[in-house]
């Protein structure tokens, strides 16, 4: 019997469309697979990798485990991606394709590998890689670990654009936050479905954590902003992906290298309570970006504008010297008029002065401190999560020494667009999270009520992280920042001397090497053989035929 529309309970088709409003209805990824590839050409790659629970995360009623184990039952696939090689139209292909049934197809350390992969594969062998994304963002319970997946992932795409081989993006409904913000906004050709949400973060963000209306954040209103290229049919996709694939080439592929390890915590003490960390971290007394710019460089010479037409006074961009190296600095102000949410002018502010960097060959320094990026409907219109996506696909393969610092508040994805490089320093009463505390408690539990027991869990501090292996560098605050901001600038300096010296001798291709085994290897992943017992051999969307 034929499923009913949510929308408006007519009968759905084949396809999933309405045949009475023409709601396109979520689509699982077997069945996706089955409309797009040519009959019997999909072959599933990296099957059986799984994560394990980084944060020992749980919501109070159920870990994460049990979450992503009822998941697995529930859609009878290890996580929320599924990717292979396929035809579409007779054109080989690289198909990535999300499912928004698992864990609302959120992107953690599985999804990023698996797409970074698929990219790899891609490059390697040439084959234009197509994403069909449905997915509410990075994954909560994988805390930063799911947020640096974007990075991954961006950088992945970066390779490919680097070398000329096409990515094409699908955003069904809905596709949102850090897989918008991240490879989803790096397609050559970014496609949409009828009616898609297509938003930075979602109305129940909006409401309860920011306070703020939700936007239109619909695959219309991002056509009639030129942020997508089409608005597709579904029963038009395949003969459209078919045709882009058969059209496209790429050019060659390059290599990969290994990580560098952190550095241990370099003062050990006895730690404060999270939510103290959190509110120091906010303090407005608390030097932001632009001050600690002043205090720390010398010579400064700011560079205005995105060229686009607006100037965001969330971001500084300069030129000037640390000691006497010339350097280029791109610092986020906390206390701009936006209250430092990042526009979409910003960060194309901040890529201005990555080309200078890479151009002149000076090292790049960035002072991290957002509570997050703007998604007001202006910055949704603007392009914020392009802006994003783009920014970490630049850094990522920036031709330069890159050194980030977290100075205050490292807000999402906001912040980790200036957070990607070859160094990752933290103030010891800075915080960085793949969401804030508040919005996680309006997401998890429907109220903000619950925001100071979450960021205990998000494990968002700065000794929390270089535990995780994602911060490099802790730099002490005895006092804290606001007490003895002087104090803060001069370790800040002396941290960045240290830094820029050691690597001053990188060679380019070095660099890139390091930093791109750094992002591959952000969480370990396992092969998950024992799970061929329970369900029977074959590829998921075999078993679901089955089924």
């Given at each position: 019997m034929a499923e009913p529309c949510p929308k408006c309970a007519a009968t759905l088709d084949q396809l999933l469309i309405c045949t009475g409003c023409g709601f396109h209805a979520p689509v699982p990824a077997t069945q996706r697979i089955e409309q797009l590839a040519d009959r019997g050409s999909f072959h599933e790659a990296d099957r059986h990798l799984w994560s394990g629970n980084p944060l020992h995360f749980s919501d109070g009623v159920s870990s994460y485990e049990k979450q992503v184990?009822?998941?697995?039952?529930?859609?009878?696939?290890?996580?929320?991606?599924?990717?292979?090689?396929?035809?579409?139209?007779?054109?080989?292909?690289?198909?990535?394709?999300?499912?928004?049934?698992?864990?609302?197809g959120s992107?953690?350390?599985?999804?990023?590998?698996?797409?970074?992969?698929?990219?790899?594969?891609?490059?390697?062998?040439?084959?234009?890689?197509?994403?069909?994304?449905?997915?509410?963002?990075?994954?909560?319970?994988?805390?930063?670990?799911?947020?640096?997946?974007?990075?991954?992932?961006?950088?992945?795409?970066?390779?490919?654009?680097?070398?000329?081989?096409?990515?094409?993006?699908?955003?069904?409904?809905?596709?949102?936050?850090?897989?918008?913000?991240?490879?989803?906004?790096?397609?050559?050709?970014?496609?949409?479905?009828?009616?898609?949400?297509?938003?930075?973060?979602?109305?129940?963000?909006?409401?309860?954590?920011?306070?703020?209306?939700?936007?239109?954040?619909?695959?219309?209103?991002?056509?009639?902003?030129?942020?997508?290229?089409?608005?597709?049919?579904?029963?038009?996709?395949?003969?459209?992906?078919?045709?882009?694939?058969?059209?496209?080439?790429?050019?060659?592929?390059?290599?990969?290298?290994?990580?560098?390890s952190p550095e241990p915590h370099s003062h050990a003490k006895t730690r404060r309570d999270v939510w103290e960390t959190v509110e120091l971290a906010r303090h407005p007394d608390r030097p932001s970006g632009r001050a600690l710019a002043h205090a720390v460089f010398s010579d400064i010479f700011e560079i205005r504008g995105d060229r686009q037409g607006d100037d965001d006074d969330s971001v500084m961009a300069a030129i000037g010297r640390l000691g006497a190296r010339p350097v280029v600095v791109v610092a986020q102000d906390r206390h701009s008029l936006g209250m430092g949410r990042t526009r979409a002018s910003g960060y194309r502010k901040a890529q201005r002065a990555y080309s200078l960097a890479e151009r002149f060959s000076l090292p790049l320094i960035t002072l991290v401190d957002t509570p997050g990026a703007s998604t007001d409907t202006d910055a949704e219109a603007a392009g914020i999560t392009g802006a994003i996506a783009e920014s970490l696909a630049r850094l990522a393969r920036l031709r330069t020494p890159v050194i980030n610092v977290v100075v205050g508040e490292g807000g999402s994805g906001g912040a980790l667009a200036l957070s990607v490089g070859d160094r990752l320093l933290m103030h010891e009463n800075a915080i960085f999270s793949v969401i804030g505390p508040e919005a996680a408690s309006a997401i998890l539990y429907h109220d903000a009520e619950h925001a100071h027991e979450l960021a205990t869990r998000l494990k968002l501090t700065a000794t929390d992280l270089v535990e995780l292996r994602?911060?490099?560098?802790?730099?002490?605050?005895?006092?804290?920042?606001h007490e003895a901001p002087d104090l803060m600038a001069t370790v800040l300096r002396q941290a960045l001397l240290d830094e820029v010296g050691r690597l001053a001798g990188s060679s380019v291709k070095a660099l890139l090497k390091r930093r791109e085994a750094k992002f591959r290897h952000v969480h370990e992943l396992r092969g998950r053989l024992r799970m061929l017992i329970r369900y029977p051999p074959g590829p998921p969307h075999a078993r679901a035929a089955r089924a």
């Open positions: 184990a009822e998941a697995q039952a529930e859609t009878r696939l290890l996580d929320a991606v599924v990717t292979g090689r396929a035809r579409v139209l007779g054109a080989r292909v690289i198909l990535v394709v999300f499912d928004f049934r698992f864990l609302g992107m953690g350390s599985v999804v990023g590998e698996k797409v970074a992969r698929a990219f790899d594969a891609a490059r390697r062998e040439r084959l234009p890689a197509i994403v069909v994304c449905s997915s509410g963002g990075a994954r909560i319970q994988e805390g930063m670990v799911a947020l640096f997946q974007m990075a991954k992932t961006a950088l992945a795409a970066a390779r490919l654009r680097e070398l000329g081989v096409p990515l094409i993006t699908v955003l069904a409904d809905p596709t949102m936050g850090g897989v918008l913000a991240s490879f989803a906004g790096l397609g050559d050709v970014i496609l949409a479905e009828p009616h898609a949400r297509v938003a930075f973060v979602g109305p129940r963000v909006h409401t309860t954590a920011i306070g703020d209306s939700a936007p239109p954040g619909t695959a219309e209103f991002a056509f009639a902003h030129g942020l997508i290229d089409a608005v597709v049919e579904r029963d038009r996709l395949r003969p459209v992906l078919g045709s882009l694939a058969g059209a496209l080439r790429s050019r060659e592929a390059g290599a990969q290298g290994k990580r560098e994602l911060v490099d560098r802790i730099l002490p605050e005895q006092p804290a920042g």
